[in-house]
């Protein structure tokens, strides 16, 4: 009777079933889902001193996770998340997200859409800090690192960037205030997201873009973020039209934050393209 030699080529059975994309992106999905639900239910589970550990936990875990998954399955170091440049990536990143609150709500403001009314305590700053780190590296893990660059690598550029717009698009329906223009914004921010890291093929640039904005809207200005509540220093009050306030999804509904980031989203596109990033490396 013949025996299998221990130098015999083929492959063995998980190593046949990991090179199947399907496969691979189940396992990508597990290991950043299963440790960020596992720190929600803590969350929620622990007292309320604790709740912001718990959430900066949560981002711990879905980096672990998908560091864990690169490794052990794709069998490489995880680039995209190494620290060298990581501060000038992350810095650009952040100051760009600055610029669009900026640009946007001093429009706003100078149209009268928006009105200071005064100001809270300067500590309320800090309290939507751990939301917004957890905010921005689970969504640009799940959507960019995972979703986006594991259909890129199967089906091509055109329907990545179709597929991951539409699961972020998707994953903000059940937000307050969700309308066709909001989508459209929600849209046009998940390509922008999406160029952000076509520029580097790294998570510094889009993780640093997603945070700076989320945070400052949030902690400075008051202002709704994607249909959650604002706890900002600035308090404002909102008058106008749907269409340029936002309405109860906040300021990411306007028209006026849409020309804002289709303009970002043209600059850092033709960025990538000129790096020669637009093309995935193999």
């Known amino acids: 009777m013949m025996t299998a030699s221990l130098t015999d080529p083929s492959p063995r059975l998980h190593r046949r079933l990991l090179a199947r994309p399907s496969i691979r992106a189940l396992l990508a999905l597990l290991c950043v889902l299963l440790p960020f639900a596992l720190a929600i239910w803590l969350t929620n589970a622990v007292p309320k001193p604790w709740k912001s550990w718990a959430l900066l936990l949560a981002a711990a875990g879905v980096v672990a996770g998908y560091v ?71 969504e640009e893990i799940l959507f960019r690192a995972v979703i986006f660059r594991l259909l890129e690598k199967s089906w091509g550029l055109r329907t990545a960037l179709i597929g991951s717009t539409l699961l972020f698009m998707v994953g903000h329906m059940p937000n307050a205030g969700f309308s066709v223009l909001a989508a459209l914004m929600t849209g046009v921010a998940s390509l922008v997201f999406t160029f952000a890291w076509l520029v580097t093929r790294r998570l510094w640039l889009p993780v640093g873009l997603h945070f700076g904005w989320n945070y400052l809207l949030d902690a400075g200005m008051a202002i709704p973020v994607s249909g959650h509540t604002a706890r900002g220093w600035v308090q404002v009050s909102v008058s106008g039209p749907e269409w340029l306030t936002g309405g109860a999804y906040g300021i990411e509904g306007s028209l006026v934050t849409l020309v804002a980031w289709s303009v970002a989203g043209a600059v850092l596109m033709t960025i990538a393209r000129r790096r020669g990033e637009w093309i995935q490396k193999r």
């Open 68 to 138: 864990f998954y690169v490794r052990r399955v794709e069998g490489r170091a995880a680039t995209e998340l190494s620290l060298a440049g990581a501060g000038r990536e992350l810095g650009s990143g952040l100051g760009l997200g600055a610029l669009l609150v900026l640009a946007c709500t001093g429009v706003l403001l100078a149209s009268g859409v928006y009105s200071v009314t005064g100001l809270a305590a300067p500590g309320v700053m800090l309290k939507p800090v751990p939301e917004q780190v957890m905010v921005a590296f689970f």
